[in-house]
């Protein structure tokens, strides 16, 4: 089982842009599929993109869709978020996610660790 640690996070104005990295420890990173979520004040924590275990195959939420990128390295044992053109809406605690093989889930129950979380603000 993979150990998740959220970084990156921070204050940002509305139009910049972000880097969350999840560095995992643990064995065998390559054979999780990952993902990030994000939880606002008061929200529901939902799905913003899942990345395959050889990095090929992306998701993403709508509201990510052109302006976030996901990537991974499997060699550093750690997957990316970069945010471009962020909006106050994208204010949240980021948290990053993994599962065991199979396909990219957008629902929390399909993965079984999570991170921290790191806090994104996005002032207007």
């Known amino acids: 089982q993979v150990q998740l640690v959220e970084s990156g996070g921070g204050l940002v104005q509305t139009g910049g842009s972000l880097r969350l990295s999840c560095a995992a420890s643990g064995r065998a990173f390559s054979n999780y599929v990952m993902a990030w979520f994000r939880q606002a004040p008061g929200q529901e924590r939902q799905f913003v993109a899942g990345?395959?275990?050889?990095?090929?195959?992306?998701a993403y939420a709508d509201s990510a869709k052109g302006r976030f990128i996901i990537s991974r390295d499997n060699a550093k044992n750690t997957v990316y978020l970069q945010m471009n053109s962020l909006k106050p809406e994208d204010t949240a605690l980021y948290y990053c996610?993994?599962?065991?093989?199979?396909?990219?889930?957008?629902?929390?129950?399909?993965?079984?660790?999570w991170g921290q979380g790191t806090q994104v603000t996005v002032s207007s």
């Open positions: 996610a993994a599962r065991s093989g199979g396909s990219i889930y957008s629902t929390l129950s399909s993965y079984g660790t």
């Open positions: 990345i395959t275990t050889s990095g090929r195959g992306t």
